[in-house]
């Protein structure tokens, strides 16, 4: 069970909007640590999605956002496309572990 | 252009060492802060380890008093000595590059090598 909740899966039709949430407590999203999104396509290393809960690294389609309140964060993938199919992992900071997290993941589908 | 290459996966018994090894280039690899990261077969990923540009080193709870992070600054390269590997340690490993940060609490994995993999069994 990871420290940041992701759900397991998410699925949408091309060019529709999908958004996938990481929730997290009070000592680590909550606490006002930053959240970071990855991308991971099958058998390859990750790569870093949104730093900084909502910015883009150079060439990142601005069709990916995020988001955090509270202690929780999303992701958001707007005008889906087939090429987005991939696994998501949120990832921050633990003050209470002194540790850096990760949730579980999640799969997106594209229909 | 920024490069990591990790090395030093393979079959190891339960109990047994095993040292990866991460060669930089591009960039100085004693200026970044530096992690490993691992990904079990078919799970997420889990951190598991940090050393700071001062030489400072954090270790997730699971691998703490078995895994030890290092680096040669001459050869530009990062470490991990694991010790009393378990089956659970298997996982690939990922060597990472931090973003530059002037709080390492808000450091995010910028800099992904391709991973070695680590099969513990016996």
């Known amino acids: 069970q990871s420290v940041l909740t992701q759900p397991p899966s998410v699925s949408g039709d091309p060019g529709q909007r999908v958004t996938i949430s990481c929730t997290g407590g009070?000592?680590?999203?909550?606490?006002?640590?930053?959240v970071h999104w990855y991308q991971q396509f099958p058998g390859t290393a990750p790569k870093l999605l949104i730093y900084?809960?909502?910015n883009r690294p150079s060439g990142v389609p601005d069709r990916f956002s995020g988001s955090k309140s509270g202690a929780s964060a999303s992701l958001a993938i707007t005008g889906l496309q087939a090429e987005d199919e991939a696994d998501y992992s949120c990832?921050?900071?633990?003050?209470?572990?002194?540790?850096?997290?990760f949730g579980g993941g999640t799969k997106l589908t594209v229909l | 252009e920024v490069q990591v290459v990790e090395s030093g996966g393979g079959l190891v018994q339960p109990g047994g060492s095993l040292r990866l090894s991460c060669a930089g280039s591009g960039f100085t690899v004693s200026s970044n802060y530096m992690s490993w990261v691992r990904q079990a077969p078919g799970k997420g990923l889990e951190w598991v380890s940090i050393i700071y540009t001062g030489g400072k080193t954090y270790y997730a709870d699971s691998v703490k008093g078995r895994f030890t992070i290092s680096r040669d600054n001459s050869k530009n390269m990062l470490s991990l000595q694991m010790n009393s590997l378990r089956v659970e340690d298997t996982a690939v490993y990922y060597c990472?590059?931090?973003?530059?940060?002037?709080?390492?609490?808000?450091?995010?994995?910028?800099?992904w090598g391709q991973g070695t993999l680590v099969i513990v069994s016996s």
């Open positions: 009070d000592s680590n999203i909550g606490a006002g640590y930053d």
């Open positions: 990472v590059r931090c973003s530059p940060h002037s709080d390492p609490r808000f450091v995010n994995f910028g800099f």
């Open positions: 990832q921050s900071f633990d003050s209470s572990l002194t540790a850096w997290v």
């Open positions: 900084g809960n909502k």
